[in-house]
């Protein structure tokens, strides 16, 4: 008992210690896996952060080994995606995808200040303009995906993703800073909507965390 006892804190300090070399890791949740209903389920939050993000986190560590992306940040991977294999390009882009979906969430979330308004305005025309074209281009958006706002050149555009591609990787169409995303990807809906992947997207409106958009989007255009 007594090497037991003496033995299985060094277990524990040896696990620890594996878990931190780790280039990347998957930060806490912002919130309880019930938090967002009822329009993301707990059933679903659980398994996407625990077994879908978590996955991403997982390969991209293993991917990265050995490579020249190994001790690069997320944004130098993704800034130079189509250099490395689609394994680190994939999981990269699926920790980032994921890591600002769970941000630009909240519950009960305050609505967009006066400010960001006056800016959706003069982007889209109103707010109801900006969410109906969003919404068309999160359903329109073939197999799996991702729906994004973007700051490109100090504007806001609409735009949508494959997979887990997204606007910070050289490879893609519409370039710019992501403030807003949206899983389109059947696990983010799948237990809940079924096939009515429309029906999420109009769910989704009522936990967008808008005060994170609107930081984030100062973030960028008062550097």
Not at 80 to 88: C, E, G, H, K, L
Not at 153 to 163: E, R, V, Y
Request: aromatic residues 12%.
């Amino acid at each position: 008992m007594k090497l037991f006892k003496s033995f299985f804190p060094i277990v524990l300090l040896l696990a620890g210690t594996q878990t931190l070399s780790a280039q990347f890791k998957l930060a806490p949740l912002p919130y309880a896996y019930n938090a967002l209903e009822p329009a993301i389920d707990k059933q679903t939050m659980e398994i996407h952060y625990t077994k879908h993000h978590q996955g991403y986190v997982t390969n991209l560590n293993a991917a990265v080994k050995g490579t020249t992306a190994e001790g690069k940040s997320l944004a130098q991977i993704l800034a130079v995606a189509s250099t490395y294999p689609a394994a680190i390009r994939n999981n990269a882009g699926g920790h980032y995808n994921h890591s600002l979906f769970w941000q630009i969430m909240a519950p009960k979330p305050k609505p967009a200040s006066p400010a960001f308004l006056k800016e959706i305005d003069a982007n889209f025309g109103s707010m109801e303009k900006f969410k109906a074209a969003f919404a068309d281009s999160a359903a329109k958006r073939f197999g799996s995906g991702w729906a994004w706002l973007i700051v490109q050149n100090g504007k806001l555009k609409i735009t949508t993703t494959a997979n887990q591609d997204n606007p910070l990787m050289d490879i893609a169409v519409e370039k710019g800073r992501p403030i807003l995303a949206l899983d389109v990807w059947e696990h983010a809906y799948y237990l809940k909507y079924q096939n009515k992947r429309a029906d999420y997207i109009t769910a989704w409106w009522t936990v967008v965390n808008w005060p994170e958009v609107e930081r984030r989007y100062d973030e960028v255009v008062k550097k």
